[in-house]
């Protein structure tokens, strides 16, 4: 159950990120003055943010998603109304 928690909340995360990452290509000429000491379309610094925002994503959706898991869903549902 965990494991299709964490899987439906990292959909928006990789769409999201491969969106911004397309985004930010288009836009690396333009962005570029904005940058120092590296190239606009550098593929280390992509890299290192997508692996950032992924990361980010996954712990995000997985810490809930792990105490949501432990508890019993009979005591969630007595509480609940």
Known sequence: MQR??????MLPVAVGTIAGGWMALLLARSLGALVFEISPRDPWTFAGVAVVLLATGFVATWLPAARATRIDPTVALRTEG
Do not use: D, E, K, S
């Not at 299709?4 to 909340?9: D, K, T």
């Open 4 to 9: 299709l928690i964490v899987a439906r909340g």
